[in-house]
């Protein structure tokens, strides 16, 4: 497992550092579905690098959680059990549940305590994620190891032919930080927390070995705070199909993106024409650091294929707009001068009509934008960059919002009443304050 490079020399994005010499297998989370079943958030053990491992949180032992696998129609029927010594929720980010099952701050499970989430799929196929959500510790424990994805299938995606099996990847990007013991290390500050290296599923310089076909990367960026650039370090170019939401309508051939908190990326990666012992290396070219490096070791027949065509998807229409809401996220803290309070609703919703809602930037950013209980559709970008990108088309639960930026996004919801959250999901921002309660009625 010795790579040339112990992260426990904290390199501190270094990138002349970041170039082991071996690097350490790439680890997949067991996969299992989402009926009756009980996900125990746990103390465990985290193997890094060198042969040293780190204290650490998991579900039933994992670092990620393992992969839940379901599809439209069917029921989720999870228990948590709660084994730590705080108390915890779990959030399924990017799904549509009633309020009750969206892993509030109000509904926290207190230690030695379970709850049972129980919510049909309603939604079309993408990949989500689950994690805590509760009131000013979600930061540390996300940190700490307490997230996994939430894989969603529908007859639409099989259809496609996409790549699946061996040549699908769950991939959770985040970053890290140790102690002189090698544990991993904590320390929020208001800014955010970012960490000293990389991480994919848990493994620092990850490697995997590959055939020459067509991979599926389905990527979340697990972070507390930092917004990665992504890109081979050849330069060649991946295609993309999908992103929170789902897929897109059709493919989009992209050669970086910028990839912020909570945001997840649907990309084909084509190695069909790499012969057996070529490397590709997916890296974050903010930190100069390669993350996952694919190794083909065979030649393999596959029948995947890019698909011209993806998916249909209803566009919400500016003509249909009922109310428009402005929301400034202010420094660290705060949107629209207030911070959280658990039992304050800031406004009302009403189901199944149009708003346009605006994202304002004023100081603090990035500041990755999220909703609960709805997806909605990115539709302008003021400032900043100044445009919208390929990966923000489609349906999107989580915004990137630069400083300087005005977004507005349209947004409709439709299956569920109750109370709800908008906040920030660099969750250092989220813990000190910069969220808010709203209720569609």
């Known amino acids: 497992m010795a790579t040339g490079l112990s992260v426990f020399g904290g390199c501190d994005s270094d990138p002349s550092l970041t170039e082991p010499t ?6 997949l989370p067991p996969t299992i579905t989402a009926r009756d079943q009980t996900l125990a958030a746990t103390e465990t053990v985290l193997e890094l690098d060198d042969g ?6 998991g579900y039933n032992g994992h670092l990620p959680g393992p992969t839940l696998r379901v599809r439209r129609g069917e029921n989720v029927n999870i228990r948590l059990r709660n084994e730590l010594h705080d108390e915890t929720t779990i959030h399924w980010h990017g799904m549509i549940v009633p309020h009750s099952m969206d892993g509030h701050p109000l509904d926290a499970v207190s230690p030695g305590n379970t709850y049972t989430y ?3 799929i309603l939604q079309r196929a993408g990949m989500n994620w689950y994690h805590p959500h509760p009131h000013h510790h979600t930061g540390e424990q996300i940190f700490g190891g307490l997230a996994g994805a939430l894989i969603v299938e529908d007859p639409e995606e099989a259809a496609l032919g996409l790549p ?3 040549c699908e990847l769950p991939l959770i990007v985040r970053d890290a930080r140790v102690d002189s013991a090698g544990n991993l290390r904590y320390r929020g500050t208001s800014s955010g927390f970012k960490g000293d290296f990389g991480l994919v599923n848990g493994v620092p310089y990850a490697t995997t070995e590959v055939g020459n076909a067509l991979y599926r990367l389905r990527l979340l960026n697990g972070a507390n705070a930092r917004v990665f650039r992504l890109a081979l370090t050849n330069g060649a170019p991946v295609t993309l199909i999908g992103n929170d939401g789902g897929l897109l309508e059709v493919p989009a051939t992209v050669s970086r993106i910028d990839f912020a908190p909570a945001e997840r990326l649907d990309l084909l990666l084509d190695l069909r024409q790499r012969a057996v012992g070529e490397r590709v290396v997916l890296r974050c070219d903010r930190a100069g650091w390669d993350l996952l ?3 083909v070791t065979e030649e393999i027949d596959s029948h995947a294929r890019v698909p ?3 998916s249909t998807i209803e566009a919400l229409s500016p003509a249909d707009v009922s109310e428009e809401r402005t929301f400034r996220f202010e420094g660290n803290h705060r949107i ?3 911070e959280f309070e658990m039992d304050r609703v800031e406004f009302r919703v009403p189901l199944g009509r149009t708003e346009r809602w605006r994202f304002q930037s004023d100081g603090g950013a990035p500041h990755p934008v999220h909703v609960h209980g709805a997806s909605f559709q990115v539709e ?10 390929p990966w923000e088309l489609g349906w999107k639960d989580t915004v990137l919002l630069q400083e300087r930026e005005t977004v507005d996004v349209l947004v409709r919801f439709e299956h569920y009443t109750g109370l709800y959250l908008l906040h920030c999901h660099k969750l250092e921002h989220e813990d000190g304050g910069m969220m808010m309660n709203f209720e569609v009625y």
């Open 308 to 310: 011209e065509f993806l």
């Open 118 to 120: 129980h919510y049909p």
């Open 52 to 57: 040293k491992t780190s204290r650490a949180w």
């Open 164 to 166: 699946s099996g061996m």
């Open 293 to 295: 490096e694919f190794v």
């Open 336 to 338: 629209n001068g207030k």
């Open 22 to 27: 071996v690097r350490n297998p790439l680890r």
């Open 380 to 389: 302008s970008r003021r400032g900043g960059r100044g445009r919208l990108f």
